[in-house]
């Protein structure tokens, strides 16, 4: 099957794909707008939202309806590196067998990864980026496609170890979750309170995701749209020849080469998903937001004055 052909039928079924998740998820279309980005695209993401907010119901109804496995590890202050990687036992024979951890599936919800102390964080950070886990000098493969998607509160709260920003640039998006609009609020309470089950149905398979991820490293990319992607990131640091002075005046630390990478990454998803075969400025300008919003350290007067860093990633366009 050429590229273009297969192009058009990732653009058909990404909208059946669309209306098999609405059965269960009521709105938040940007928000898993950027999640199947974020998968297409071979990265990982970062929920940011308070609690109560159905981000398992949401993750784990993505993973069906692109037929893969879903795992939800709850991170909480005394959870060990091999909780979440696997140990090695002792079987009757006396020989060490390994027991694999939460961690060998598809997709992972990390939930709430801000409240368990850096020696986890990093034992899962490891796994994201190399694919593959070391338990006892053993080198684990993990099946592919892997994809973690890590939730933070945002509200400030005891006992969290927020994630460095060394660690926060591993995801590939950071994606702001908000409360429900009324009407979307009814509804949600309308299909939560009666005995009505909706049942959804995979269209894909983790072979095609695995074939979607090539495809889209595939698309052809013009010159002038990643010097423009290079120039946004590179406008974003304080220091930077190019750099606005809304940056200079409001911004600590701004984002590295692996931003560019990925800015680049999304826009050739987002353009396939909308039917195009290459991508352009606006594609970059698309998925801009959620790429730079974690990377982009705003500093002390940004926030008195309650500049936030959309507005920040506003003023490089």
Same mark, same amino acid.
């Given at each position: 099957m050429s590229d273009v052909t297969a192009v058009e039928n990732l653009v058909v079924k990404h909208r059946l794909l669309k209306k098999e998740i609405a059965k269960v998820i009521v709105?938040?279309?940007?928000?898993?707008?950027?999640?199947?980005?974020?998968?297409?695209?071979?990265?990982?993401?970062?929920l940011i939202g308070v609690p109560g907010l159905a981000k398992t119901l949401m993750v784990n109804t993505i993973a069906k309806a692109l037929g893969l496995d879903f795992k939800r590890i709850q991170f909480t202050p005394d959870l060990m590196p091999s909780d979440i990687l696997g140990s090695e036992i002792l079987d009757e024979n006396r020989h060490f067998k390994f027991?694999?951890? $939460?961690?060998?599936? !598809?997709?992972?919800?990390?939930?709430?990864? !801000?409240?368990? $102390?850096?020696?986890?964080?990093a034992a899962l950070l490891e796994a994201m980026q190399e694919r593959s886990v070391t338990v006892a000098g053993n080198h684990y493969k993990l099946s592919l496609p892997y994809f973690v998607l890590a939730t933070q509160n945002p509200i400030e709260q005891e006992g969290t170890y927020p994630l460095p920003e060394a660690q926060l640039d591993r995801f590939m998006f950071a994606i702001n979750l908000d409360y429900p609009s009324f009407q979307e609020e009814v509804d949600v309470v309308k299909a939560t309170t009666s005995n009505k089950e909706q049942a959804v149905e995979p269209l894909f398979s983790a072979s095609e995701i695995t074939e979607i991820q090539q495809l889209v490293r595939r698309v052809p990319v013009a010159d002038n749209v990643i010097e423009y992607a290079v120039r946004m990131v590179g406008k974003?640091?304080? !220091?930077?020849?190019?750099? $606005?002075?809304?940056?200079?005046?409001?911004?600590?630390?701004?984002a590295g080469p692996r931003a560019s990478q990925n800015l680049v990454?999304?826009?050739?998803?987002?353009?396939?998903? !909308?039917?195009?075969?290459? $991508?352009?400025?606006e594609n970059i300008q698309a998925v801009a937001s959620g790429i730079l919003r974690h990377r982009i350290i705003r500093n002390y007067k940004a926030e008195a004055e309650g500049i936030t860093e959309d507005q920040i990633i506003q003023s490089l366009f």
């Open positions: 709105g938040q279309e940007e928000v898993i707008d950027q999640i199947l980005l974020s998968i297409f695209s071979g990265g990982h993401a970062l027991i694999k951890g $939460p961690i060998f599936s !598809n997709i992972i919800l990390a939930d709430e990864i !801000n409240r368990t $102390p850096p020696k986890t964080q974003s640091r304080p !220091n930077g020849q190019a750099t $606005p002075d809304l940056i200079k005046n409001y911004v600590d630390w701004g990454l999304a826009a050739k998803a987002h353009a396939i998903l !909308n039917g195009k075969f290459s $991508p352009d400025i």
